[in-house]
């Protein structure tokens, strides 16, 4: 029968450092020689190389960090140490290298390297040389690099590179398509001088956008290059019409287009306009530019024929009006329009009106125009006065 117990926080943490190791980067060992912890880290940050004297306290022990079996790392004796005056430690860990003070009472001998650099990459020992039997715990270092790598056309179009410098260890890299889907591409070059130069080559087969992944799982992950559109050499790129600002001349161009097409200025009846070729060049596509002098306004569009691959792509369509064009007389000419109609209009309304009885029109003395309804008329008869009857009676 199993008798379950509780486990102290102390018991549980050799597995608990255990675990986070073998996670970080593995822990393996000589069929001869004590276990050995592979820690892998990221330039420039900080990592905890772990060594443990058990549960019991060293405030009062010694205990030695070397590097590659000579270099001065971290040394504590009876509380003297590298960072309160105690000399010996190599230039190169100077400032960088700190202990936990608060855990020696718990046998925590375990150091902090800061700022870490490639040169820190190596294999790391810690000692309790006065202890009978020696102690000691073996840890490997590998400091790595996370470089952007960089996608490069090749001229003829068709091929790409990816290329990536300084890195550390050497990562997996590959090229993808727009949707992230690897492509198929050869290890070029590969040098090591520390870090790894590594290029790859990849003959594409179709129009997409790409860009390189490099891959080092230990340390960042993955890190994308830009992405750039690869055209393939005889394609049908869709030609761009450009109107200049003096508003008489257009352009035609086209670029990154092969074999060289036939391009064209056309006018919204589809029929060609006489356009100058005014600038040619190949750099395994050609770029080309029209221009054009216009004599009517109307809509334009240019025109590319490659007759082999995809007989012809249009640009879109603008309107080009000519400058000293007569729109602005059709503008004036359209207000003195309105205007005009709408006084006739006024005429025939007042007209019908006058002649309806609706509206009076009379005229006094000083030639000014008083304008009365006839309801108006017939209430001025109706309030005639009983004096003004008598008068008029005498009369």
Known sequence: MLNPRVCSVMELLPLVCLWVLTWSGGISADANGP?????????????????????????????????????EVFMFDKGQHYNNGLPGQDETFRGRVTHFPDKLQSGNASIVIKKTKLADSGNYTCDFPREQPTRRSEIELIVGTCPTPVIIPVKNGGHVKCKVVDTSPKPAMELQDSTGTPVPAKEEKVSENGNYYIVLTANLTKEDYYHCVVKQREICHQVKSEEIYVRLPGTCPTPVIIPVKNGVHV????????????????DSTGTPVPAKEEKVSENGNYYIVLMANLTKEDYYHCVVKQRDICHQVQSEEIYVRLPGSNSGWYVVVGVITAVLATVVVGAVIIFLLVKSGCLKLSFNRGSRTETSLSSEKNKEQNETTPLDIQEKEST
């Open 35 to 71: 276990l050995i912890t592979k820690i892998t880290v990221k330039e420039d940050d900080q990592v905890v190389l772990p060594c443990s004297f058990g549960s019991l306290s060293i405030t009062d022990k010694l205990f030695d960090w070397k590097k590659d079996g000579d270099k």
């Open 251 to 266: 352009k035609c161009k086209v670029v990154e287009t092969s074999p060289k097409p036939a391009m064209e200025l056309q």
